[in-house]
């Protein structure tokens, strides 16, 4: 019996122990597929971001270089979108929201906003200092087609634009399709976070955790929080509950957090069946040695199984890496290649031969791009299988089989076990196609710069030379009338008057046009400008007016800062203050009133007056160039005056607009942005 009870205890201490080590095995095997599962994702998910932030910025610039240009009904803005669209598969949408939260489509559906976003956080985030630029946002449904999306935005600063934000409208549907091909079946999941702890993304989808924060989850408070990245054992109890391997990367140019999970028991399924068949085979032991050699078998082929199970699970993720768009290298230590991805062989030229094996430096990253050699302790690639950190590199170029080169920019990720670097993983992209975008759009901004000077140039040599024959005619005329007015009737005195009040006018005309042209060409500084210092100026230009018109001026004492050309905002109320004394009512003393309001981010000056008015009719056509209500012999001026105000306020990124009442007065509002 002691014989007996000696190789039964011998018996189960070697299948606890095999238990054991068994399971250590393959968690220790899954992790290493969770985390390159990990690496793949994030890169893809980097580049998602990288391409919306590029194709915002690049809109954004479109915008800048084309001021006078409606972004919604342009051609070439509209291709512009289009062709953004496309090279993200159709991933990004690219919309405009007005200063006033009106949300556009590009094109341009209609005249009216399709929706008011001004609650949104996308749109918000644009006027705050702290969230101002590229903003990921919290997941919202689409007012317009009612879908989730992860919505990312960017200010745009064009001055005169109306439109204050353009966003991307990443659509969940369409993440979990490129996602959902890449986890582990099937209860595995992949999970986009928010640097903050918000839910933004989860595939299979679940809308009951879309927008949620895990930061008082233990995975977020003891792991994910801790550390770049790592893989940890999870409850989930903020999800389903189910035990989870957890495997997860922060972004490292966003604040994202790229989580890839596998459920625990799925992970260990084999391992279980092989502990039960084993367990099984003990008893029968046990109870008696007659079925000893059927359990032994029984274990033996449990084994097998559990290692077809592990070959299978690698095989599927070489299928996943397979199935990338980016080119993707796994090197060992000496930096010689282990695997490689169609797409890799097909960018490095080697579609029909197998490159395992090869020195990745010395095949195709052997010179620089002006051909000179390019020294193996200068490699980035070699550099990480020295220390094992991880490197992003731009501005490279790739050698193919044939001899060609193609720009690249890469990832190298360091492969570390038990505290050694064991190799590296290669993720790159061929750049060609955005490289020669962004030398067309710099070409494009080059040519425009050059056509508004040749356009500011012509402006001043037009008006000088019209100017020049005004002048002799009016020297003439006034030469003709000295010397022979006498001799002359009335009528050819009132013909002499006739001809020099028109070149006067001319003359005038030329000037004001100069100055609308100039307006938003000049190098005018912008400045913080006290608003009440420029209207007492204003008005004491204009004092010798006032005063010949009995006219009185107020304005309110509390007048805040504003950032704008000083010059141009003396001209703006020179010609508002100027105007409300012109068209006063002869019936009563002109009486002026200045007012400031602050509404949200927007100063907003109004110029009222109780002049003769102007009637609704009207309010829009008199800010247009040669707009007048009134004949010259009632009131002259070139009809240029309210134009050249609009333009102003325009230029410096504001609003402006008129409120009248016929026979009572008129009210003149200019909104410029508040000075920070």
């Not at 449990?302 to 290298?329: F, K, M, N, P, Y």
């Not at 901004?445 to 037009?462: P, T």
């Not at 009737?489 to 006739?498: L, T, V």
Request: charged share 25%.
């Amino acid at each position: 019996m002691l014989l007996v009870s000696a190789l039964l205890l011998a018996m189960w201490t070697f299948i606890g122990f095999w238990s054991w080590s068994q399971r250590t095995s393959t968690l220790a095997s899954n992790r290493a597929i969770l985390e390159q599962l990990t690496s793949a994702t994030e890169e893809q998910t980097l580049r998602l971001f990288k391409q919306a932030e590029t194709s915002l910025v690049v809109s954004s610039r479109w915008m800048t270089d084309h001021p006078s240009e409606d972004p919604g009904e342009s051609r070439a803005f509209i291709e512009l979108v289009e062709r953004l669209r496309r090279l993200s598969d159709g991933l990004l949408d690219i919309r405009m929201v007005s200063r006033t939260g009106g949300l556009e489509y590009i094109p341009r559906r209609s005249a009216a906003p399709l929706a008011d976003v001004s609650d949104r956080d996308y749109f918000r985030a644009q006027f705050g200092m702290d969230t101002r630029g590229f903003f990921i946002a919290d997941p919202v449904v689409s007012r317009v087609t009612g879908k989730w999306g992860i919505p990312v935005s960017i200010p745009i600063d064009t001055v005169g634009s109306k439109i204050a934000v353009l966003f991307a409208a990443i659509e969940l549907d369409r993440i979990a399709a490129v996602f959902d091909a890449e986890r582990i079946k099937p209860t595995g999941t992949i999970v986009i976070y928010r640097s903050d702890g918000t839910f933004l993304f989860r595939t299979p989808m679940d809308d009951r955790l879309v927008g949620r924060s895990i930061v008082a989850s233990a995975s977020w408070s003891d792991h994910i929080s801790l550390a770049e990245r790592g893989v940890f054992l999870s409850d989930s109890r903020v999800t389903d509950g189910q035990p989870r391997l957890v495997s997860f990367a922060h972004l490292r140019d966003y604040p994202l957090v790229v989580v890839v999970t596998a459920g625990l028991d799925d992970l260990l399924a084999p391992w279980w069946q092989t502990t039960m068949t084993l367990t099984i085979v003990g008893i029968v032991v046990t109870l008696g040695s007659l079925f000893l050699g059927t359990g032994l078998y029984r274990a033996m082929k449990a084994e097998e199984r559990a290692v077809r199970e592990t070959e299978r699970a690698h095989r599927d993720a070489r299928l996943i890496l397979s199935a990338a768009g980016e080119g993707i290298c796994g090197l060992d230590a000496t930096g010689r290649i282990g695997f490689i991805n169609p797409a890799a062989k097909g960018m490095l030229g080697w579609a029909g031969s197998d490159p395992v094996g090869r020195d990745l430096h010395g095949a195709s990253h052997h010179r620089h791009k002006d051909g000179t050699p390019y020294a193996e302790d200068d490699c980035p690639v070699v550099m990480t299988l020295r220390d094992g950190l991880t490197r992003e590199v731009q501005d490279e170029v790739f050698w193919r089989a044939n001899g060609t080169h193609f720009p690249v920019e890469f990832v190298v990720t360091g492969v570390i076990e038990d505290g050694r670097v064991t190799g590296a993983v290669l993720v790159f992209r061929d750049v060609s196609e955005r490289q020669e975008s962004e030398r067309a759009l710099l070409a494009q901004a080059s040519e425009l710069a050059r056509s508004n000077a040749d356009l500011e140039q012509f402006a001043y040599v037009a008006s000088h030379d019209l100017r020049e024959p005004l002048r002799q005619v009016s020297s003439y005329v006034s030469l003709l009338e000295r010397r022979y007015g006498q001799a002359l009737d009335e009528d050819g005195r009132e013909f002499i008057r006739y001809a020099r009040d028109g070149a006067k006018r001319m003359d005038h005309l030329i000037i004001d046009l100069l100055e609308f042209s100039r307006i938003g060409h000049s190098a005018l500084p912008v400045e913080k400008i006290d608003l009440g210092e420029i209207i007492d100026q204003a008005v004491e230009l204009l004092g010798a007016r006032i005063i010949e018109a009995g006219a009185s001026v107020q304005r309110a004492s509390d007048m805040p800062f504003v950032r704008a050309a000083r010059d141009d905002l003396m001209r703006l109320f020179q010609n508002l203050i100027g105007n409300a004394i012109k068209y006063r009512h002869p019936a009563r003393s002109s009486m002026v009133r200045i007012i400031c309001l602050r509404e949200g981010n927007e100063i907003v000056v109004s110029v009222m007056d109780n002049g003769i008015g102007i009637e609704a009719d009207y309010t829009e056509r008199i800010f247009g160039i040669f707009q007048r209500l009134h004949t010259r012999d009632k009131f002259e001026g070139t009809g240029i005056g309210l134009a050249i105000c609009k333009k102003i306020v325009e230029h410096q990124g504001g609003r402006i607009w008129v409120d009248s009442v016929p026979g009572e007065g008129s009210n003149f509002h200019v909104a410029l942005p508040v000075a920070e």
